[in-house]
């Protein structure tokens, strides 16, 4: 009886230490402090993404293709939420949902701090952050 109990213990905790971690996980799909993302008094959300005036684009490579993701994955904010994407511009079919917390893969994070745009190498923004003029250093998470 007594072991019975211990294990329907130990099921349990089991059960809510993996519950947690995807929640936390789920929480970390945003990187605080991102001055590219501000939400007004109404409650909307105005997001920005680095400007492409001035950047001497290719041909978009579509997020859909493999191969397009040299350097891991963008995580950009947009209007639509948080995005893979395959260049930090977020240009329209360059970017999928996230699939942070559910796939581990070479991920980037693109912010804005002041007037400059900087890809972090984990979601937060005092950690491994250069602008987006060099190069990143993805990390598998």
């Given amino acids: 009886m007594k072991a019975r109990k211990a294990l329907a213990a130990i ?3 089991t059960a809510l230490a993996a519950t947690t971690a995807i929640t936390t ?7 605080k402090g991102n001055e590219a993302v501000q939400v007004l008094p109404d409650g909307t959300r105005k997001v920005e993404t680095p400007p492409i005036a001035g950047a001497l684009l290719g041909k ?3 997020a859909t293709q ?8 963008k995580m950009v904010e947009t209007e639509r939420g948080l995005m893979e994407c395959t260049e930090v511009y977020a240009r329209p079919s360059t970017c999928k949902p996230s699939t942070y917390g559910a796939e581990r ?4 994070w693109v ?3 002041g007037s400059d745009w ?3 190498s984990y979601p937060d923004i005092d950690k491994g952050c250069v602008s987006i003029k060099s190069l990143p250093s993805p990390k598998v998470q």
């Fill in 66 to 73: 493999s191969g397009c993701t040299g350097g891991g994955w």
């Fill in 118 to 120: 900087k890809h972090c």
């Fill in 11 to 13: 099921a349990a905790a």
């Fill in 25 to 31: 996980t789920a929480h970390a799909q945003f990187v």
């Fill in 111 to 113: 912010v804005k701090q």
């Fill in 60 to 62: 978009p490579c579509p």
């Fill in 105 to 108: 893969r070479p991920r980037v």
